[in-house]
């Protein structure tokens, strides 16, 4: 057998493949893309059928050059790029360039493992025709918005704007979550609690029913009349219900919700989250056992999984937790939409190769995220949870109020897994309730109205405008972490305690893309065209004539809009301060870590400074102010106003009280449970043992925990 070059994207996919095929493989990377349309033009034939005008990639001629030399000594070529739309169009280039390569060309590592790999390099297919379009028509498609677009926001707002096809939606979702929540007419409600008295201590109990009807407390007029009615009123138990329920696991992660927990459980944004997963599938070092991918392909809207994939897991959960944790039949998830489904959704190549076995062989994040993979692929294999339900109704008269408890009798995939929500709306009240019987009374204990009032829509966090870019078809799973990155490089959005704020600019691009281009701006309009880019795939459109569907309507609206839409002026934010070097007054400007300060005659004058925020507590060192600043990564910290006299860091702020034990000024951090705990940051003060027992009992008291403490009960109920 001849030798045989396999060009994969990256040095490390290329490193670990390489390790897995004989003396008669070499394996080299093409380092991403090496064509592309050419940054200086249009590079788009709108007069001969939008034919793309492709060039080399500046940089990349020695690259090619290598690959060219080995493609000319090998006796056949295979392209290994990632098997996606976006891949596919890197190896259709590289076929151009190559000598060697037979029509059967394109290999797909969907898992880099030994055994798929050797598999995959004697089963080459033919190049995907309909993929390369689909890609083609999308690339074509954003340089003719691109291109377009940008000189004419360059001449009615300001110079250096750009706009994209897909991120202008997504930040039109940003403006306009920002306009309801400035429209937002709080209304006011009250709830009342009733503390109970019973044998076994006080029973928490909420009105929810007035004569019979859902209980509806508008104003303190109200609270106070049904105060009075209660007021000496017997409590009786109206009646007791039990009932059992089945809790079913979720799907295995697809690109959009795996960035979507990475962020929710531990803050990881979506660009890291996709460098992190690529790195668990190109391959991790794991030292007797070598360089393996540990997880499968991670772009991918798909969450069906292999046969051989289930049965490995169905023999994992076997014999580690019980055939009972089997479900009755293997489960099947539906994806939504059109979807890759030769992808599979994200997992572990081998799981028996546990988190705990893998930890010494990653870095945090890295664990982290493989945790949170090989958790949520094994669960959803898992049987479903079986909850008992409580609820007990107390009348008072004309009142009903209402206690309902949970306990978890088979806890199933819930001793593994729980998914996290954006809010708290759907936990469970896990807990049970003391024993009541029907017409027994209680004495009430106390009673607790509250005053409450309703909250706007919450502007989106990270998770939040994935999710809803991915249920309203923005988008395609390569694409989200890009979205977010674009719209806040370009200063549209600003991303402020983890939510996406608007900015000025941001509201000013939106409102003039609405009036001159409604289609562009159109979430609907948006994803009727991703739909469009789907049927390319499928080969049941062509690309040329979506392409030209779109054009034609927008070049008549982009004449019109230069010709009408009036220039627009950005108002400067003055700071009130005046500029130390000439005097005129300094305005904040955003940058790609946040607002700074930045003086208003530039370019004449360039001085910059940080933003600083005074946090109205003394440093106990020098006595100084404590002031708030960024990091050049844009994270918070705290310091001495007096710096660099006083050398006072912190990245939690501090309070003015000393630690007892050694003196150093104290801090207060607040956890994600919302408790707050004021700690000591000198790491070798004996009192931060305190800090971490602290921190582990706000980590713990959660569902899960919750969950795994009832498994321990379910086994030992078995045992017994």
Not at 185 to 210: D, F, H, K, S
Request: aromatic share 8%.
């Amino acid at each position: 057998m001849g030798k045989t070059l396999i060009v994969v994207e990256s040095p490390t996919k290329a490193k670990t493949i390489g390790k897995y095929l004989g003396s008669n493989y070499v394996v080299m990377s093409s380092m991403g893309h090496v064509r592309d349309l050419p940054k200086s033009d249009l590079g788009v034939d709108v007069e001969n059928d939008f034919e793309p005008r492709y060039i080399t990639i500046r940089g990349k001629g020695s690259i090619i050059k290598g690959l060219k030399d080995e493609a000319k000594k090998a006796d056949r070529v295979l392209l290994a790029s990632d098997p996606d739309r976006e891949g596919e169009m890197i190896a259709y280039h590289l076929k151009g360039y190559l000598q060697n390569v037979n029509d059967k060309c394109r290999v797909e590592f969907h898992e880099i493992t030994k055994d798929t790999v050797k598999k995959a390099v004697k089963t080459p297919r033919e190049l995907d025709m309909d993929r390369i379009y689909a890609q083609q028509a999308r690339r074509v498609l954003d340089r003719l918005v691109g291109y377009k677009l940008s000189p004419l926001l360059w001449a009615k707002v300001k110079k250096g704007l750009s706009a994209g096809r897909v991120q202008s939606v997504a930040i039109r979702m940003i403006c306009d979550r920002e306009e309801e929540i400035n429209a937002f007419v709080p209304e006011e409600y009250w709830t009342l609690n009733a503390n109970l008295q019973t044998e076994e201590g006080l029973l928490n109990t909420q009105l929810v029913r007035i004569d019979g009807k859902k209980a509806h407390i508008a104003n303190e007029e109200q609270i106070n009349e049904i105060l009075t009615d209660i007021e000496g009123q017997p409590y009786k138990i109206e009646s007791i219900s039990k009932r059992s329920r089945e809790r079913n696991p979720v799907a295995p992660f697809t690109t959009s919700s795996m960035q979507q927990e990475a962020y929710r459980k531990y803050g990881i944004l979506t660009k890291k989250t996709m460098q992190l997963a690529q790195q668990l599938y190109e391959g991790i070092d794991l030292g007797k056992a070598g360089v393996v991918g540990i997880i499968s392909y991670m772009r991918t809207d798909s969450t069906r999984i292999s046969p051989e994939a289930q049965a490995a897991a169905t023999a994992y959960i076997a014999e580690n937790y019980g055939k009972e944790y089997l479900p009755e039949k293997p489960r099947v998830y539906h994806s939504k939409g059109k979807i890759q489904d030769a992808h599979e959704g994200i997992r572990p190549t081998d799981i028996t190769r546990r988190p705990e076995d893998v930890k010494p062989f990653l870095s945090p994040q890295q664990y982290k995220l493989y945790k949170l993979i090989w958790e949520r692929f094994l669960a959803s294999q898992m049987a479903s949870a079986v909850i008992d339900t409580t609820t007990v109704d107390i009348s008072n008269g004309r009142y009903t109020f209402r206690a309902s408890g949970s306990q978890i009798r088979f806890p199933g995939f819930m001793r593994i897994y729980i998914e996290s929500q954006d809010d708290d709306g759907d936990k469970e009240n896990l807990g049970l309730l003391p024993a009541l019987q029907e017409g027994q009374e209680l004495t009430c204990s106390d009673l607790e109205p509250k005053q409450h009032f309703t909250a706007p829509p919450p502007r989106y966090t990270e998770a939040m405008l994935v999710k809803t870019l991915e249920e309203k078809g923005i988008g395609r799973p390569s694409t989200y972490a890009p979205i977010v990155d674009t719209i806040l490089g370009r200063g549209y959005v600003v991303r402020e305690d983890k939510h996406f704020y608007s900015t000025e600019l941001g509201t000013v691009v939106v409102n003039m893309l609405k009036e001159g281009f409604p289609d562009i701006i159109d979430i609907d309009f948006t994803a009727d065209m991703e739909a469009n880019l789907d049927d390319v795939e499928m080969g049941s459109r062509d690309w040329r004539q979506i392409v030209s569907d779109f054009y034609h309507p927008f070049a008549e609206e982009l004449k019109k809009a230069e010709a009408e839409l009036e220039k627009v002026s950005l108002t400067p934010e003055y700071s009130g301060d005046t500029c130390e070097l000439c005097g005129k007054p300094m305005v904040y400007k955003l940058g790609r870590y946040g607002k700074f300060l930045a003086c208003s005659g530039f370019p004449d004058c360039r001085n910059t400074k940080a933003i600083v925020i005074n946090a109205g507590v003394k440093c106990m060192a020098c006595g100084g102010e404590i002031i708030q600043r960024k990091s050049r990564g844009g994270r918070v910290f705290f310091g001495c106003s007096n710096y660099p006299e006083c050398k006072y860091v912190s990245w939690d702020k501090p309070i003015e009280q000393a630690c007892e034990a050694c003196g150093t000024q104290m801090t207060e951090k607040i956890f994600r449970s919302g408790q707050r705990v004021v700690l000591c940051p000198n790491m070798d003060c004996p009192t931060n043992a305190n800090a971490k027992k602290a921190k582990k009992q706000s980590n713990d008291a959660t569902m899960q925990r919750a969950a795994k403490k009832a498994a321990k009960q379910a086994e030992k109920a078995k045992n017994k």
